[in-house]
């Protein structure tokens, strides 16, 4: 199956920036050419080239863009998903790190370690890693609502939003 014409739809949140994520997204955006990549990059001054990026986007907005993806890429923020889990969308999250100014505790490598096992959530920590993942769910058959027990995904969202509040 050609990989042509795919939407990937990428979120660093909006507290604070990310621009190792977003640098591997540009990198890896410029070997695949027909793939349309847009990024809500919060607080980065970043200046990226091949994606098309906006600061901050209404939740209608991102929503919108979260569900029309092919792909969807994030920092370990259990909002994005939990949105992922809603929609039924493939996520590759890439965990936020204290030590690069990213973030100022390391709770999201906690998530990345509960998030392990889940289905449709792959995990990146390196740019090669992202593309890997990213090419990985490109492949895959594509997800949808029909295609998962409903009772299983809705466990699975009732157990992230516990998780986040036991944290």
């Given at each position: 199956m050609p990989?042509?014409?795919?939407?990937?739809?990428?979120?660093?949140?909006?507290?604070?920036?990310?621009?190792?994520?977003?640098?591997?997204?540009?990198?890896?955006?410029?070997?695949?050419?027909?793939?349309?990549?847009?990024?809500?990059?919060?607080?980065s001054s970043y200046s990226c080239t091949r994606i098309k990026t906006q600061s901050q986007m209404t939740a209608t907005e991102f929503e919108y863009h979260a569900k029309t993806c092919d792909v969807f890429v994030s920092h370990a923020g259990m909002g994005n998903i939990l949105l992922a889990a809603k929609l039924a969308?493939?996520?590759?999250?890439?965990?936020?790190?204290?030590?690069?100014?990213?973030?100022?505790?390391?709770?999201q490598l906690g998530t990345v370690k509960a998030m392990l096992t889940k289905p449709f959530i792959r995990i990146a920590n390196t740019e090669s890693?992202?593309?890997?993942?990213?090419?990985?769910?490109?492949?895959?058959?594509p997800i949808t609502l029909e295609s998962i027990d409903l009772r299983n995904r809705e466990k699975f969202i009732e157990k992230l939003r516990n998780f986040i509040v036991d944290a």
């Open positions: 990989m042509n014409n795919k939407q990937v739809f990428a979120s660093v949140g909006t507290r604070f920036p990310m621009d190792r994520l977003l640098r591997a997204l540009e990198n890896i955006a410029s070997k695949h050419d027909h793939w349309i990549v847009q990024a809500q990059i919060g607080p969308k493939p996520i590759v999250i890439m965990p936020r790190l204290p030590e690069l100014n990213e973030h100022i505790n390391d709770h890693e992202l593309e890997q993942a990213m090419l990985s769910t490109l492949k895959d058959r």
